[in-house]
Nanobody, 124 residues
Framework: QVQLVESGGGLVQAGGSLRLSCAAS????????MGWFRQAPGKEREFIAA????????VDLNSVKGRFTISRDNAKNTVYLQMSSLKPEDTAVYYC?????????????????WGQGTQVTVSS
């Protein structure tokens, strides 16, 4: 079992940056492929990016490509989502999740463990 806690969210002006962190306890994050998702009010949850145990990664959400980067530090048991050039449409609750998959997976039901989410609000 692994527990995930996101942090780093907050209120930022458009064009600003935030770095979200997802810290794990219970088991080492190095065993998991890690993903970031977000859900805006009234919208479905969407997959943003994932990074495998070996560091292979994919940022899939077209609207954030070139602005968001996923990384991991297994020694710190932490995964990050670096977000830059933020836009009001990036406003959402951001979640990290852990999957036993060895490859990048995008479906939420393939992630067994989820954090509680961190709110990101981008003002115009």
């Amino acid at each position: 079992q692994v527990q995930l806690v996101e942090s780093g969210g907050g209120l930022v002006q458009a064009g600003g940056s935030l770095r979200l962190s997802c810290a794990a306890s219970g088991r080492t994050l190095s065993l998991y492929t890690m993903g970031w998702f977000r859900q805006a009010p009234g919208k479905e949850r969407e997959f943003i990016a994932a990074i495998t145990r070996s560091g292979g990664n994919s940022v899939d959400l077209n609207s954030v490509k070139g602005r968001f980067t996923i990384s991991r530090d297994n020694a710190k048991n932490t995964v990050y989502l670096q977000m830059s050039s933020l836009k009001p449409e990036d406003t959402a609750v951001y979640y990290c999740a852990a999957s036993a998959s060895t490859i990048v997976v995008r479906a939420g039901n393939l992630y067994a463990y989820w954090g509680q989410g961190t709110q990101v609000t981008v003002s115009s």
